[in-house]
């Protein structure tokens, strides 16, 4: 069973445009974790997010944690051919190891 | 290092062969991870190390996998009579202590013809 689910699964969009991804689950998470991992590296975290309600912003990228703490979004503005690659949502069991959705493929063509 | 290591970055094997994949951590990081990703999907979590303990390897999928961190810093993930199925890429994450940033390496990708 995925604890997390992220949609859509697949992203390809031209340079310029908007976009959001999403993160959901059914379980309340003490917080969550934004990754981007391009080919042929390793996950990179891009943030974490603690509180129900919190905006965290990073240049282009708006990440936001639902009131509820069940789910999160990655809003990206004026995509760049250099945002492409898999975003991963993350949330942490307690004090111990982290657990990954299965990402959201983005391609972001010039 | 500044990262954290892993070798070999490719390893290709023959079905039923034992492997072994390293990890070297960042220094002085006490968490380590193993995870092992599939084409088109997140990391799954295989092995968890806090020292030279595991603490928690629910994540390994059978008894032909197995995780040592002798000394608490390099870690060693071994496969015995490896399968197909096995082919990942592995990847090794460490951080300063728990619930800190963890930090992956480039990973192993494993192939088993």
């Known amino acids: 069973t995925q604890l997390l689910e992220q949609s859509p699964q697949f992203l390809s969009i031209q340079e310029g445009e908007n976009l959001t991804v999403y993160c959901n689950s059914s379980?309340?998470?003490?917080?969550l974790q934004w990754y981007r991992q391009e080919p042929g590296e390793g996950p990179v975290l891009l943030v974490t997010?603690?509180?129900?309600?919190e905006v965290k912003k990073l240049k282009r990228l708006t990440f936001q944690f639902g009131d509820a703490r069940k789910d999160s979004s990655l809003h990206i503005t004026a995509a760049q051919p250099g945002d492409t690659g898999l975003y991963l949502c993350?949330?942490?069991?307690?004090?111990?190891?982290?657990?990954f959705g299965a990402g959201t493929r983005l391609t972001v063509k010039p | 290092g500044a990262g954290v290591s892993q070798t070999p970055s490719n390893k290709v094997t023959e079905k039923g062969k034992y492997v072994e994949l390293r990890c070297d951590p960042i220094s002085g990081h006490t968490a380590l991870y193993w995870y092992r990703q599939s084409l088109g999907q997140g990391p799954e979590f295989l092995i968890y190390f806090q020292g030279t303990g595991a603490a928690d390897d629910s994540g390994l999928p059978n008894d032909r996998f197995f995780a040592v961190r002798p000394e608490g810093s390099v870690s060693t993930l071994k496969i015995q009579r490896t399968e197909r199925g096995d082919s990942a890429v592995y990847l090794c994450a460490s951080s300063l202590q728990m619930n800190t940033e963890a930090f992956f390496g480039q990973g192993t990708r494993l192939t088993v013809v």
């Open positions: 379980s309340v998470f003490s917080s």
């Open positions: 993350a949330f942490r069991r307690g004090n111990n190891d982290m657990r």
């Open positions: 997010v603690v509180t129900g309600g």
